[in-house]
DNA sequence: ATGACGCCTCTTAGGCGA
């Protein structure tokens, strides 16, 4: 079963290229970030004339996640618990069966967070905190269980090509990465650092200035696993090419294998 | 660096992202 997160940067703009690399990548599973759209204005038909099921949690404009997935969705929950006040369209949860396993699959948009400080940082640590109540209960189920998206969280210093320029960023600020590392340490695998080491792997290249001629990239895009979860793994990898394509979202899709 | 780039919309300007 090979379950990919992709930040799509906009769903009416990425629309082609996103169907282009499904023909190519043949993920089982497709988690979606920032499709910018509203559940009604998502073109399902595009996908499920592909094979696959698609559920959305959209919202006007900004945000906005949604699966697509070739096993049915099962149990589908939109919103990340904790805050009933909170309107921003981050998380969906659905359940596939495998041949072997059940899968719970979470897919998630972590808040950006700058400028720090502030109220958007503060939201993001609050946001942060309610995942990590998140992810307590589903390691608490012992059931293979995935949490995968934009965290927007560059872990370590090897995960940027330039840590200085990032040091006062909420995606790189030691309260950021402690938040994150406090919720990998309950328990669960980081896929991509379980499988491969050292500095030069990016999921993310700005726009701006060039950034993907001079592999001026990040590494934010990540895939946490429970245990029961991690024992399936056979495969993690980013597929870093695609960015150099016409019309490309900022973000590349980051996938794992599990023999489910 | 008040920059760039590209997405979005109550669109041709401004908000947002990372």
């Known amino acids: 079963m090979k379950i ?9 703009a ?22 910018k759209s509203v559940d ?13 099921n698609v559920v959305t949690h959209g919202q006007k404009s900004f945000n906005g996640v949604a699966i697509l997935s070739k096993l049915p969705l099962e149990d589908v929950s939109r919103g ?11 998380w969906i949860e659905a ?25 958007k940082y503060d939201y993001k640590l609050a946001w942060m905190e309610r995942l990590e109540a998140r992810a307590r209960a589903l390691l608490s189920e012992e059931t293979p269980a995935l949490m995968a998206g934009d965290y927007n969280v560059i872990p370590q210093p090897e995960d940027a090509a330039r840590p200085d320029a990032w040091k006062n960023d909420a995606l790189f600020l030691p309260q950021t990465r402690a938040a994150f590392r406090r919720i990998v340490n ?34 934010i895009d990540h895939l946490l696993m429970t245990p029961a979860c991690a024992d399936l793994m056979t495969d993690c990898a980013i597929d870093r090419e695609i960015r150099g394509r016409d019309k490309p979202s900022d973000h590349v899709p980051v996938w794992v294998e599990l023999a489910a």
């Open 4 to 12: 990919a997160t992709f930040n799509i940067n906009g769903i009416k």
């Open 14 to 35: 990425r629309a082609e290229a996103l169907g282009n690399w499904l023909d190519e990548a043949q993920p089982d599973v497709a988690l979606l970030q920032e499709i």
């Open 40 to 52: 009604e204005n998502f073109p399902a038909e595009l996908f499920e004339d592909r094979g696959y």
């Open 80 to 90: 990340l618990p904790g805050d009933d006040e909170d309107e921003q369209a981050r």
């Open 95 to 119: 359940t596939v069966t495998g041949e072997r396993h059940a899968v719970r699959l979470c897919g998630l948009y972590l808040p950006n967070g700058n400028p720090a400080p502030g109220p």
């Open 186 to 219: 309950l328990g669960f695998t980081e896929a991509f650092r379980a499988r491969h080491r050292g500095p030069g792997h990016y999921s993310f290249w700005d726009y701006q200035a060039g950034a993907w001629q001079k592999n001026n990239g990040i590494r």
